[in-house]
């Protein structure tokens, strides 16, 4: 059974009467954990799938990963932020992360994987 996700168990919490500068608490925290359990459990089984569907073994998706780690020049197991690109429709810089262009108001075209 999954433990109820970070998001859902602190959405519509007050922070009214807590200190915000103290960092997430050891509840927040042991939420976060479970979080990011379910995620590896998730990612493992896709990964099953994947692995049996294509025939792939667990080094090519090591390579893989090195592959992905290397494309912003550094191998350090990060991925580098993605620069902000220019908006499809005006060509004009728009702010990351945003649903909309902030000029022209078309939707914005972003990689799912953009950090
Ligand atoms: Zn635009």
Known sequence: MFIPSFASVTAGTSTEG????????????????????????LTEALWSFIKR???????????????????????DGR?????????????RISAKNRPTCIYCGKPVIASPFQR
């Open 18 to 41: 807590t200190c915000r500068t103290s960092g997430p608490s050891a509840v927040s925290l042991e939420l976060m954990e479970g979080d990011i359990e379910r995620i590896l459990m």
């Open 79 to 91: 991925v580098a932020a993605t620069p902000p690109v220019p908006c499809a429709y005006c060509n």
């Open 53 to 75: 569907e294509h025939n792939l073994t667990d080094a090519d998706l090591v390579r893989m990963l090195a592959e992905i780690d290397a494309r912003d020049g550094r191998i």
